[in-house]
């Protein structure tokens, strides 16, 4: 028998072990997000088959009757997406994010909570963004972003420092004028940051 305990799978963590049902088979106790509570067989998680007490039916139910006007908005779609890249096993990105134990606060379930914190998109040029890439999406963790400010903080992103200022190579090589691929070519042969941007 595998010990599930402490593992994440979708919206649920394994407490502790259950009783068996009735054919025997061995079920885990596991918490949801939401607080709600869920007894299930361990191919059931690891498949996706069970990713949640059931709050992520409802919460698809009930954002597809959703009444608070915005159900076709940029906002409304980025909050949609972000629950499903952390509470959808099934997809594309799950690995990337809810995989990785990445998740969204109980207070953002909640459209109308996540929007009161986030307010309206910028513009087309944003999408929502975590400060931390490796906290969770909560207000104190969130922002709307261009794609370069995102792409500045990956997590595999290099930032350096030079004159008390901070920034990524590719906007140290923007601000002194020549290519990205010069300045990462000089830096990675070695030459000092002053003798690369020269």
């Known amino acids: 028998m ?14 502790s072990l259950g009783p068996k049902d009735n054919q025997n088979i061995i079920r885990w106790n596991c918490i949801c997000d939401c607080g709600g509570t869920a007894l299930t067989r361990a191919s059931a998680l690891r498949s996706g088959k069970t990713s949640s007490c059931g709050c992520y039916n409802r919460d698809r139910i009930k954002d597809a009757t959703t009444t608070h006007g915005m ?19 099934k997809h594309p990105e799950f690995h990337r994010y809810g995989g990785r134990g990445i ?27 975590r400060i931390n890439n490796n906290l969770g999406y909560c207000g104190f963790n969130c922002r709307w972003a ?19 200022e901070t ?32």
């Open 2 to 15: 595998i010990d599930h305990t402490g593992e994440r799978f979708g919206r649920l963590t394994v407490t």
């Open 71 to 89: 159900s076709k908005s940029p906002e409304w779609r980025a909050w949609k997406h972000m629950k499903q890249r952390c509470g959808d096993p």
């Open 103 to 129: 998740t969204v606060c109980k207070k953002w379930l909640n459209f109308e909570s996540f929007y009161a914190d986030m307010g309206d998109r910028p513009s087309v040029d944003y999408s929502i963004d």
């Open 146 to 164: 261009t794609a370069e400010q995102q792409g500045n903080n990956k997590r595999n992103s290099v930032l350096i420092t030079h004159q008390g």
């Open 167 to 198: 920034l990524s190579i590719s906007q140290w090589a923007r601000k002194v004028g020549m290519p990205r691929t010069t300045l990462h070519y000089r830096l990675e042969r070695g030459v000092t940051f002053d003798e690369a941007i020269k």
